[in-house]
């Protein structure tokens, strides 16, 4: 279908240039870290906390929504997305709010460190760390000791698969479920190998001539874009992950790298579920979620993680 109409109008207001400014981290920073709604619009959420993690790492923000009164709860860890150089508690309140709540799940939304000041693997050991903080303190957090999700958005998707992989290998704690959304799961722009990056590489808000540039900053360090807790489509070994759902965007960038994920995670005995959202564009969620299109991709969460 034809991109939503409602989209397009946002779109068509984007001055259009055949050059690309340079990307600097601090100014793109401002521009993406700006939520849609204002607190008092947002869904509400019985409680929200503002914690800081110690790891061995650093010290991480972590923001932890509560969904209701109970004496114990299934637990989501969420990862932003952002490119690895911005996003943050903020950008992200208006996605992690719904599905808090649609899904009943204790969600702990996580502060990572941001490159280029913080490159590979920062994320990737913060995202982890904050995990396993959150399983060691399990009465603190009244996590039901069985139900441990993970999610995120964009590079966030990318973590997600990055964190499963390192939890299924190292064995410190299980993971039982993972979303997915418009996931980036291959770092290396050398050459488009997805004919999405090529159908949709150009007017769509994210644009493939600049993904190269956006992503330099996380490989800092000649980082090998080869490697599975860098690209995670590149894990030859995908048994034993969670059960993923993975949500893609029709006229996204990234949507067929997403949707070979999801593939290749079956071809290994994963239980996975897919949803393409037709006419929609890379970073729907948050932004477009209020269109009747798209709204059901909270509900649709929350089943999958209410699944046996």
Known sequence: MPVHPEIKKILDSIPQSDSKPKIIPEEHRKMFDAPVLPVEKRVQVYSVEEKTIPTSEAEI??????????????????FHGGAFFS?????????????????????????????????????????????????????ELKWDGKTLAV???????????????????????????????????DLDFSEFRYPSLVKNGKGYFVESNQLAEYNSFYLLGNVDTNHPLVSPIREENLNNLPAALVITAEYDPMRDEGELFAEKLKKCGVHVETKRYEGA??????????????????KRTADFLSSK
């Open 151 to 185: 999610a995120g958005d964009s590079s966030g998707g990318n973590l997600v698969a990055a964190v499963s992989i390192m939890a299924r290998d190292k064995k410190e704690y299980s993971i039982t479920k993972q979303v997915l959304y418009y996931p980036s799961l």
């Open 61 to 78: 923000p972590v923001r932890i929504y509560t969904p209701k009164e109970a004496d114990s709860f299934p637990l989501l860890m969420y």
């Open 87 to 139: 996003g943050n508690l903020e950008s992200h309140d208006e996605v992690v709010r719904p599905i808090c709540m649609e899904s009943g799940y204790k969600v702990i939304s996580v502060d990572y460190r941001l490159a280029p000041e913080h490159p590979f693997p920062a994320a990737l050991e913060d995202c982890y760390n904050v995990t396993k903080w959150a399983t060691e303190h399990k009465d």
């Open 281 to 298: 564009t890379h970073g729907f969620l948050g932004k477009f979620t209020h269109l009747v299109e798209y709204k059901d991709v909270y």
